[in-house]
């Protein structure tokens, strides 16, 4: 029997795979995918302590150069080995906690797509170079759903991206530089944005990461968003809700955003808790022009010896801060 990777999803397939080991009685179930890679077909594992793979056949010039190497590509949730059957060498990804099944099997998703994108390269290259790319993946990918004040940052930051598809369309989401550990949170042709969320109810302040998280890039205006949310049990908004709606918006390439979110910390295990997260209101708006007269840390002022810095600014009575815009130009009080 051999699966088309066309028909299902690998988390499908390897939910009916497991599912047909278990009927079964056996220890560990393989299925060919219909990929005909030059070197072999590939195929899913499934095995009874509840761990999944999927096997790429390689090339024995490969497969020399890999058994080299001085360390083998390997994480807490993912695991990479190689093994020799029926005259062919192959290389396996296996996952360790079935609960990232399905961030798991979007992986082996993009598995297939990218070994079907680069004939002439050896399967084992492609397999362990989309691996290292997907190792923030796996690290950020959990099964709990983040504290409410990371949810109240994700929100700001989601509305934003929602805001600026208005102006710019789908190309905001590239511009969305914050998951990837960017210095903002975006990055536009002509302007930088920071966002910064707050659930404090005596008072307005923000925490700054890094002596260059308010230090504008090169001549380009940086401004500074700041929402104030409170928790609701009825109407409100929530990150689930934001996340459909933006993946329904034509032009959005939801793969990028999927990846995105996931490096941010929402993985697919995650968002499918959508009645375990909070529901937010909007209590007040600001944005602030960020010049040399607002309160920050200055970089070039600071010891080369400090390594780490994070600090807060008060924003209390914000008309007052220098920078403090008289109107919203971005943000808008619509909840």
Request: charged letters at 25%; proline letters at 5%; one cysteine or more.
């Amino acid at each position: 029997m051999k699966i088309n990777p066309d028909q299902n999803t690998s988390l499908e397939q390897l939910k009916n795979l497991d599912a047909y080991r278990a009927s079964q009685r056996t220890p560990e179930e393989f299925f060919p995918i219909d990929l005909d890679l030059g070197t072999g077909f590939p195929y899913l594992v499934a095995s009874i302590d509840h761990t999944y793979g999927v096997a790429v056949p390689v090339g024995r010039d490969w497969m020399d150069h890999y058994d080299q190497l001085p360390q083998k590509t390997t994480l807490k949730l993912v695991s990479t080995s190689t093994f020799h059957r029926d005259g062919t060498d192959y290389l396996q990804v296996t996952l360790t906690d079935e609960n990232l099944l399905r961030t798991f099997g979007d992986f082996v998703d993009n598995l297939f797509e990218a070994l079907g994108d680069n004939e002439g390269t050896d399967p084992g290259e492609v397999t362990v170079q989309l691996l290292t790319e997907s190792q923030r993946l796996f690290r950020a990918a959990g099964t709990a759903v983040p504290s409410n004040e990371v949810q109240a940052g994700l929100l700001l930051e989601l509305e934003t991206l929602r805001r600026l598809y208005d102006g710019i369309g789908a190309d905001a989401l590239r511009r969305w530089t914050g998951p990837d550990n960017e210095r903002h949170d975006f990055e536009l042709a002509d302007l930088s944005l920071e966002c910064k969320a707050t659930l404090s109810r005596e008072n307005l302040a923000v925490t700054i990461h890094g002596a260059h998280q308010l230090s504008p890039m090169g001549d380009k205006p940086l401004v500074l968003l700041v929402r104030k949310y409170e928790k609701t049990i009825d109407g409100g908004l929530s990150v689930p809700d934001l996340i459909r709606e933006i993946s329904a918006l034509p032009g959005i390439d939801t793969e990028e955003f999927a990846r995105k979110l996931g490096e941010a910390g929402l993985s697919p295990e995650v968002l499918e808790k959508d009645a375990e997260f909070t529901r937010f209101n909007h209590v007040e708006s600001h944005e602030f022009d960020i010049t040399e007269a607002f309160p920050h840390v200055e970089a070039e002022h600071l010891s080369n010896r400090i390594n780490q810095v994070s600090y807060t600014v008060d924003l209390r009575d914000p008309s007052s801060i220098p920078g403090h815009r008289d109107s919203l130009k971005i943000l808008k009080e619509d909840n």
